[in-house]
């Protein structure tokens, strides 16, 4: 009887030890799309991989509103996690709103000074913030738009005036359009409920439009296919996702991989104890130019043979 005690006691310590150091993740991803679905993926696998079974991960979805990510994240922290990943702009700062102390890490984040109002940002936060970004040349996609539509006269810039991230593309490329000899003008939808009207508006008065990584444009790429492609106005875009529904053509980046790599830094800070206040942020490895062949045959579009065609 003392020897089945005896077992039974080291049995139960043995259960007690492996669920205390269980790694427990929050995950807060803003809403769902192929891009944001990709890099959560990504990210599970690559802690899946690394830690086995003594991982969990607590996933939830914001459906878009900002006021949700502070919900989330605040069961988070008074869950005490070991990590949060915060999946979009509005998710990074809901967490760092919410806690100095328990790391976040970020990904699908353009620019993280921007993100954070940090003004001349080294690519260091110095917070408890670190984490990966889909930010892609600028500079190459306002090319792309020369490189595919050399006669337009006047460029949209159509995004959501709610995503900073948003903002400060369409002020880089829309410069860089300048530059090229295009005629540029802003088209700033509020929310889902304007998507459709300002698009109408942008295509009414614009050869060729250019959409950011927006991740309400994201959301909604069939109600603006719907309105561009009748249009018969094609639309250069910031990532695959958004290329895939109502673009003709993007310069990207792999989602699933800058996740996988965010992943990676979870390692490191819950294994190997890094400071993830010193993390640097990490950028995508390499950009494809890709284009949606259902689109780009239907507006009547030549693609170069350097572009892939999206799966």
């Known amino acids: 009887m003392k020897k089945l005690v005896t077992l039974v006691l080291a049995l139960v310590l043995v259960a007690a030890v492996s669920c205390a150091s269980a790694v427990e993740i929050g995950i807060c991803q803003l809403v769902q799309h192929p891009a944001l679905d990709a890099a959560t993926q990504g990210f599970r696998d690559a802690l899946t991989e690394k830690f086995g079974g003594d991982v969990t991960f607590d996933e939830q979805n914001a459906s878009g509103d900002a006021v949700n990510c502070a919900t989330i994240i605040n069961t988070f922290v008074s869950n005490n ?16 709103a919410a806690t100095a102390d328990i790391p976040v890490l970020g990904t699908s984040i353009t620019e993280y000074g921007v993100a ?23 500079n190459e996609q306002a090319a792309m738009v020369k490189e ?21 593309q369409v002020k880089v490329v829309g410069e860089e359009l300048g530059k090229l000899g295009y005629e540029t003008e ?9 998507v459709a009207s300002v698009a109408q508006s942008a295509a009414d008065s614009c050869d060729v439009m250019y959409i950011p990584t927006d991740n309400t444009a994201a959301a909604y790429t069939e109600t603006i296919a719907n309105v561009l492609i ?12 958004i290329c895939s529904g109502c673009g003709v053509a993007t310069l990207t980046i792999s989602y699933y991989d800058i996740g996988y790599k965010t992943g990676e830094m979870a390692y490191e800070i819950l294994a190997n104890g890094a400071d993830v206040s010193a993390m640097p942020i990490e950028y995508a490895p390499q950009f494809t130019k890709k284009y949606n062949a259902e689109n780009a045959k239907t507006l009547g579009i030549a693609i170069p043979e350097d572009y892939v065609a999206i799966e």
């Open 186 to 194: 802003e088209y700033a939808f509020t929310d889902s409920n304007d």
């Open 148 to 168: 595919l539509f050399p006669e337009a006269k006047k460029v949209g810039l159509l995004y959501c005036s709610a995503e900073a991230n948003s903002i400060y």
């Open 81 to 96: 996690v070991d990590l949060i990943l915060a999946n979009a702009t509005p998710a990074l700062q809901a967490a760092v």
């Open 230 to 241: 009748p249009a018969g106005i094609p639309a250069v875009v910031g990532e695959e996702g």
């Open 116 to 138: 954070l109002g940090i003004d001349d940002f080294n690519g260091v936060t110095g917070i408890n913030v670190s984490g990966t970004s889909d930010l892609a040349p600028l």
